[in-house]
């Protein structure tokens, strides 16, 4: 996915910044490649691919990190490509990290494009703003694209104090009008519209405070900028039909995020409130987990996970169906010489019984591959739901990965 001209530049002279010292020093290569299958278990609903049901991809993503001045500076690279055989939006590639950083005492500086993840929370990240959603990866929204930064950062007692320029808006991704998980209106990719006159050039900024006491983590945030979660606006174009064309809104939001460890229990909270799409709204995402450890004098840990999620945003903000619902789930943890891990867990609406299922599923083999297995189940989606139009695309991913 190509950067526009502001980014191009930015990015650019970074990457000389990164070439000049790559050719003084010695490389240090990884990353790995992965075949990734899809299957949709059901036909589509609309005139979608694939039609049989299958629909495989391919992934390279190297990585290169170096340091030198004894660990005061490091450069990462980390590019990433995707081909899908069925969409296209979903063939495309990103810089998911290209900065350098200097650490210097209490001080460190990111120069570059950079991933940025915060929060606490399992079932939703309220407060994760920095990074757009890359959603042709997954509707689960955790995949993110790299986001072009400057980034400084102080440590003290009194906690770590992040401040953030971002020169730069990515665009959210989304299935091609042709493919599996589009929903029930086409959606035009390529006519973003911006509150903002600077569009995707406006100097987004976030800062942030953590700081850890005894048994609580505590985050405070604060962000302005373009929104990362765009309003679909239905449109009639001149062909006579009608597309969602992605808005937008120019925002304010505070964040919190809080969790509490006590033993076997982990008590976790992510709140927001928000300004600029509609009228002004909260939400939060809470809730616990508990780890039974040595499971029958195994080495199998499980946990417990329970959330409830809330959401007060009015109609003229963008459209979310975790509004009023809750999250179970558990973890299974073998602790064996293959680290393979379970996740299993649901989103219920209690109000209509709309539910999204998923497991997650991990092993390594050998000191090189990996083997995931993902399913993702969509069920008791009504007519007048936010997920309707998805019912269809339910679907289960093996991913075998090659790491080098």
């Known amino acids: 996915m190509l950067y526009r001209?502001?980014?191009?530049?930015?990015?650019?002279?970074?990457?000389?910044?990164?070439?000049?010292?790559?050719l003084a020093q010695q490389q240090d290569w990884a990353g790995y490649i992965a075949f990734e299958p899809r299957i949709f278990f059901e036909e589509p609903k609309y005139d979608q691919h694939p039609h049989n049901g299958l629909s495989p991809s391919a992934v390279v993503s190297p990585e290169f990190r170096y340091e030198w001045h004894e660990g005061?500076?490091?450069i990462t690279i980390i590019p990433f490509y995707r081909y899908d055989a069925d969409d296209e939006n979903r063939t495309h590639w990103d810089l998911r990290e290209a900065n350098w950083q200097h650490f210097r005492g209490p001080w460190t500086w990111l120069l570059g494009v950079g991933k940025v993840f915060w929060g606490v929370t399992e079932s939703r990240?309220?407060?994760?703003?920095i990074n757009q959603t890359d959603l042709v990866e997954d509707i689960d929204e955790e995949q993110k694209l790299g986001q072009p930064m400057i980034n400084l950062e102080h440590w003290s007692e009194g906690g770590t104090l992040s401040l953030f320029l971002l020169p730069g808006f990515r665009e959210r991704t989304f299935p091609a009008n042709n493919a599996r998980l589009r929903g029930p209106l086409p959606i035009s990719n390529h006519d973003a519209v911006y509150d903002s006159g600077a569009g995707d050039q406006h100097l987004d900024i976030a800062l942030r405070w953590t700081k850890s006491?005894?048994?609580?983590?505590?985050?405070?945030s604060g962000f302005y900028g373009n929104g990362r979660e765009p309003r679909l606006v239905p449109t009639l174009v001149a062909s006579g039909s009608v597309f969602l064309v992605p808005h937008y809104d120019v925002i304010s939001q505070l964040g919190?995020?809080?969790?509490?460890?006590?033993?076997?229990?982990?008590?976790?909270l992510e709140a927001i409130g928000r300004s600029g799409q509609g009228d002004d709204f909260g939400a939060f995402a809470g809730g616990v987990e508990y780890t039974f450890y040595g499971i029958r004098g195994t080495n199998v840990d499980i946990g417990l996970l329970a959330e409830y999620l809330y959401d007060a945003?009015?109609?003229?903000?963008?459209?979310?169906?975790?509004?009023?619902?809750?999250?179970?789930?558990?973890?299974?943890?073998l602790n064996d010489a293959d680290d393979t891990n379970i996740l299993v867990g649901a989103?219920?609406?209690?109000?209509?019984?709309?539910?999204?299922?998923?497991?997650?599923?991990?092993r390594r083999m050998g000191e090189r591959w990996t083997l995931e297995f993902e399913l993702r189940l969509l069920t008791n989606i009504s007519e007048d739901g936010r997920l309707y139009g998805f019912e269809k695309d339910s679907y289960m991913t093996l991913r075998t990965s090659w790491y080098f």
């Open 72 to 74: 005061s500076d490091r």
């Open 256 to 268: 919190v995020d809080i969790q509490y460890t006590q033993e076997a229990w982990l008590w976790k």
């Open 313 to 333: 945003r009015d109609d003229a903000a963008p459209a979310t169906s975790l509004d009023d619902d809750v999250f179970v789930g558990a973890r299974f943890t």
């Open 347 to 362: 989103i219920v609406d209690p109000a209509d019984g709309e539910t999204i299922a998923f497991v997650e599923a991990q």
């Open 5 to 22: 001209s502001a980014r191009c530049a930015y990015c650019g002279a970074v990457l000389i910044v990164i070439a000049n010292q790559c």
């Open 125 to 129: 990240h309220l407060v994760d703003i």
């Open 213 to 220: 006491v005894t048994n609580w983590d505590i985050g405070l």
